[in-house]
């Protein structure tokens, strides 16, 4: 792993979700910009000392030198290392299991893209909630037409831990760095949860937006970068969308919702109720899916408990790192990859939130003018 260190946030999610299905060892890491911390970080976890190290440029050398050594790293970094530290691992011939988005330029993803397959490496991306089993099951039901043709998508996540008085400290945010275009990349909202929105809309409807009309704003004085966005998308099939992203919507907490309409009905999912999934027919009632009940392939897949007992976001986050080791082990065998790992997200879905981003950009400069995407 490199990043999650002690006092980080979502490294920490990668280590359970990687061991939650017995497929990964976690043996070694440099884990902090702090070499000090790396260290500690790295004996708390009980890592041998000499594979906790305090570069990721060393480790990527020294574990491709290790006849023991990694297989796949975890890239859990600010966003402005992601780009590098995962070329180091593919150059060193390591699969990489990389946390959105993929970089701050479209530019290092698309020279991602081409790394990753010139050296035969998966290249695994973690929007979460690809990994819920309603979500996938949402999937299926769009691409087995019984929504009938999708005609609009609406996209919302909002969360409101930048408008805490913490957040809104000056001094947390010259510090922090979603504050800092140089560690965060060109947006804020737009890049942090604005990207998970694009793929999971992306992910169930099954059609990719070719133009939008985006706003960024930052409800904060002096705050850098955005801390809301609102998008309208168009979409070739002459479907319409909007997705609306915010870190200062009062009183949510990690509210991502999504909405398909199709022709024939239409499919509801709340990622704050991820055990259930709503589909309503033209003129008909709400049913409620429930995770347990579905035999659906893909959702039957990604569950690991009986009907009835809660699964949640570490279960979506493990479901990720089961997709990787199963694409890795093909990969290994020189096997295709299996059929129901296939929807784990990759380097080039993070090429397109990284175009996403850059489209939102143009648009915001522009006076929220529609850009092509
Ligand atoms: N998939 C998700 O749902 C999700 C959720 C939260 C964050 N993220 C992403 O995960 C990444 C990390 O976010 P976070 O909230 O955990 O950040 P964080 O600030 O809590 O942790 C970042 C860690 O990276 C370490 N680090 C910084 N520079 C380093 C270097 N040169 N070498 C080694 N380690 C270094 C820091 O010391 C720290 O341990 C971001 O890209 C973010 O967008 C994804």
Redesign the pocket.
């Known amino acids: 792993m490199?990043?999650?260190?002690?006092?980080?946030?979502?490294?920490a999610?990668h280590r359970i979700a990687a061991r939650l299905d017995d497929c990964y060892e976690f043996v070694a890491g440099?884990?902090?910009?702090?070499a000090q911390?790396?260290i500690a970080?790295g004996a708390a976890l009980r890592l041998e000392p000499d594979r906790c190290y305090t570069?990721?440029r060393e480790m990527a050398r020294a574990e491709a030198a290790r006849e023991d050594g990694i297989d796949v790293v975890a890239?859990?970094?600010?966003?402005y290392?992601?780009a590098p530290?995962a070329t180091a691992f593919l150059e060193a011939g390591i699969h990489v299991i990389c946390?959105?988005?993929l970089g701050i330029t479209l530019a290092e993803g698309e020279a991602l893209v081409d790394l990753a397959r010139a050296k035969g490496l998966v290249f695994a991306l973690?929007?979460?909630?690809s990994g819920y089993p309603m979500v996938r099951h949402a999937r299926e039901l769009v691409a087995a037409g019984a929504i009938g043709e999708v005609r609009q998508v609406h996209v919302e996540y909002a969360q409101d831990w930048m408008a805490d008085a913490a957040a809104q400290d000056p001094a947390f945010q010259a510090t922090?760095?979603?504050n800092d275009a140089r560690r965060?990349g060109p947006t804020g909202c737009t890049?942090?949860i604005g990207t998970?929105a694009f793929h999971i809309a992306g992910f169930v409807s099954g059609i990719q937006p070719n133009e939008l009309l985006a706003e960024m704003h930052s409800f904060t004085p002096n705050r850098a970068l955005d801390d809301h966005v609102q998008v309208m998308l168009r979409y070739p099939n002459g479907a319409r969308g909007t997705l609306w992203a915010s870190q200062m919507a009062a009183g949510c907490e990690n509210a991502l919702k999504l909405r398909v309409f199709g022709t024939k009905a239409s499919l509801a999912f709340d990622q704050e109720h991820p055990n259930e999934l709503w589909i309503t027919p033209q003129g008909g009632s709400a049913q409620r899916l429930t995770r347990g009940r579905v035999r659906g392939d893909a959702a039957e897949h990604a569950t690991r408990i009986p009907s009835g007992h809660p699964e949640g976001?570490l279960e979506a986050?493990a479901q990720l790192y089961r997709d990787g080791a199963a694409q890795i082990h093909a990969m290994v065998a020189k096997q295709p990859p299996p059929a129901d790992a296939a929807w784990l997200p990759a380097v080039e879905d993070g090429v397109a939130g990284l175009r996403f981003i850059d489209a939102v950009l143009e648009s915001d400069r522009r006076g929220s003018r529609w850009v092509s995407l």
């Open positions: 490199v990043g999650g260190g002690d006092g980080a946030f979502i490294g999610v440099a884990l902090s910009s702090d911390r790396a970080s570069d990721y890239i859990v970094t600010p966003n290392l992601h530290v946390d959105k988005p973690t929007h979460t909630y922090d760095w979603h965060a890049g942090d998970h976001y986050f």
